[in-house]
C-alpha cells in the first residue's frame, strides 16, 4: 500500500523502503547512528520517512523501525 504524502512523488511504502528524498540528517548517540530522518524538499521540507536505530548493553544494533 502507498500512501501519498506532501505532493509529487513521495510517498510512504511498506517495510524499511525509503521514499523518494533529497535531504537527511543524522541523529548520533555515543558514537552510533540512532536516527535518520529523510525529506523532500530540502533541509526545511516534508519528512517522508524515519529510520530510528536501538542498541544493546554492548553497542550491537538490536532494531530499526522505519517510521
Known amino acids: 500500500m502507498a500512501t501519498f504524502i506532501g505532493g509529487g512523488d513521495a510517498v510512504m511504502r511498506e517495510g524499511l523502503e525509503i521514499p523518494p528524498h533529497d535531504y537527511y540528517v543524522n541523529t548520533w548517540t555515543d558514537g552510533k ?4 530522518v529523510y525529506k523532500r524538499g530540502g533541509a526545511s521540507g516534508t519528512v517522508v520517512a524515519t529510520v530510528t536505530l536501538t542498541y544493546d548493553g554492548a553497542g550491537n544494533l538490536l532494531t530499526a523501525t522505519r517510521t
Open 33 to 36: 547512528i540512532t536516527q535518520t
